[in-house]
C-alpha cells in the first residue's frame, strides 16, 4: 500500500516535470507539436491526480472490507480483548 502512494506520487512529479518542459518548449519555437505534448501531458496530470485522490481514501477502506484490524480506525473500547460487546 505504501508502495502504490509513493508510486502514484513519483508519477505525478514526473508528469509535471515533463508538462513543464513542453510548456517551455512551445514558449520558445511556437510550435504545434510542443502544444500538443502539452495538452497530453495536462491530461495525463489531472487523470493521475484524481486517480491518486481516489485511490488513497479507497485504500484505507479496502483493509476494512477484507477484514484486517487496523487499531487506528477501530475504537478501542469495541474490540474483543477489551471486554467489549460483539454483535
Not at 31 to 42: M, V
Not at 60 to 67: E, K, N, S
Request: proline share 1%; with cysteine.
Amino acid at each position: 500500500m505504501i508502495m502504490d502512494y509513493i508510486e502514484n506520487i513519483i508519477q505525478l512529479g514526473t508528469i509535471f516535470v515533463l508538462l513543464l518542459l513542453c510548456l517551455f518548449g512551445y514558449i520558445e519555437s511556437r510550435r504545434k507539436i510542443w502544444l500538443h505534448a502539452s495538452i497530453f501531458f495536462l491530461g495525463d496530470l489531472l487523470s493521475s491526480y484524481f486517480w491518486t485522490a481516489y485511490s488513497m481514501p479507497y485504500q484505507r477502506h479496502t483493509d476494512y472490507d477484507r477484514g484486517e484490524k487496523n487499531e487506528s480506525v477501530y475504537d478501542a473500547g469495541n474490540s474483543e480483548e477489551s471486554g467489549g460487546s460483539s454483535s
